[in-house]
């Protein structure tokens, strides 16, 4: 089987992934061995704070430097500048794989101006666009903090809500990623095991909001797998697919993809001509 490129990894570029030394390097290794035909480093770009609650950074105790005696996470921009460079000498190491530039910006619609303003960010290939926080109030909060403020319910909702307004909000970036991010983390404990079917209206509503913008889904699987994301897509117009692991350490890059290419071939998708193309139902013409 030939694998497709892995659309979204992460490096030390990344500030979750605690700056290590050389994890780029690694990446391209890891793809290689793989044969994969190419990656791209998206690394996470978030211009704006939230609110965390210190259980949220268990494991990401070098975060503790970014948090405001509030209880804020503030976290410095990327140097796209030095971020590109270590790109090239990647790019000079693997001359066999191809390495596509981006980044993940978090909340584009309320973000994006102030990325296009950082040097560098208009020589990026690839962006994706993420959501991750939802207002409430005068303060921001990821999934685990809704879930201990709003029912389960409700958090699945207004962030399924929220998507088409980051549509509307932004032609910053060319892919949505992780529009399961919410289920990450679902309280089973509390709110029992996650039911897509009850939020099958949202998500289809939050789906066409993609479809009619034109931009390319991402079919995050780095995690569980969830067929139904594809199956909705297809159904409700969808055209464009990426694959991404979502890797923040080299094992995880590819992770999960024969099954994805399976799945997403099921629905009629297909890869484009160039290996760095979207796979789309229309592929070859």
């Known amino acids: 089987m030939m694998l497709p490129a892995d659309s979204h990894v992460h490096t030390e570029w990344s500030w979750d992934t605690g700056a290590t030394p050389g994890l780029m390097e690694r990446m391209c290794a890891q ?40 209880g804020a996470l503030v976290l410095p921009p990327v140097d796209i500048g030095q971020y590109l460079e270590c790109v090239d000498r990647c790019r000079d190491k ?5 390495i596509i ?6 909340q584009p619609h309320r ?39 709003w029912p389960a319910a409700d958090v699945m ?11 509307d909000g932004s032609d910053a970036f060319a892919v949505l990623t992780h529009i ?36 390319a889904l991402e079919m995050n699987v780095g995690g569980k797998i969830r067929p139904w994301v594809v199956q ?13 692991s979502d890797a923040h350490q080299p094992e995880w890059v590819g992770r999960n993809f024969g099954e994805a290419v399976a799945m997403v071939e099921a629905c009629g998708f297909r890869p484009g001509r160039n290996p760095v193309d979207f796979w789309t139902r229309h592929s070859g013409h």
């Open 31 to 70: 793809a290689t061995e793989l044969g994969l035909p190419a990656v791209a480093f998206t690394d996470h770009l978030d211009l704006m704070a939230w609110e965390v609650d210190p259980s949220d950074l268990a494991g990401l105790d070098h975060l503790k430097a970014f948090l405001t005696p509030e």
């Open 101 to 106: 530039t981006g980044m993940e910006l978090g």
């Open 232 to 244: 909705w897509w297809s159904q409700e117009g969808g055209e464009a697919i990426t694959f991404g």
């Open 111 to 149: 973000t994006g101006k102030a990325a296009a303003e950082l040097p560098g960010f208009g020589q990026l290939e690839r962006v994706l666009g993420s959501l991750h926080v939802l207002q409430v109030g005068n303060k921001f909060f990821e999934p685990p903090g809704l879930y201990r403020l």
């Open 157 to 167: 909702g207004q962030y399924l809500a929220e998507v088409p307004r980051m549509i």
């Open 180 to 215: 399961d991010y919410a289920v990450r983390y679902w309280p089973t404990k509390d709110a029992g095991p996650f039911d897509p079917a009850k939020f099958e209206d949202d998500f289809r509503e939050a789906l066409r909001a993609v479809a009619r913008s034109g931009r």
């Open 94 to 98: 693997f001359p066999d794989l191809r």
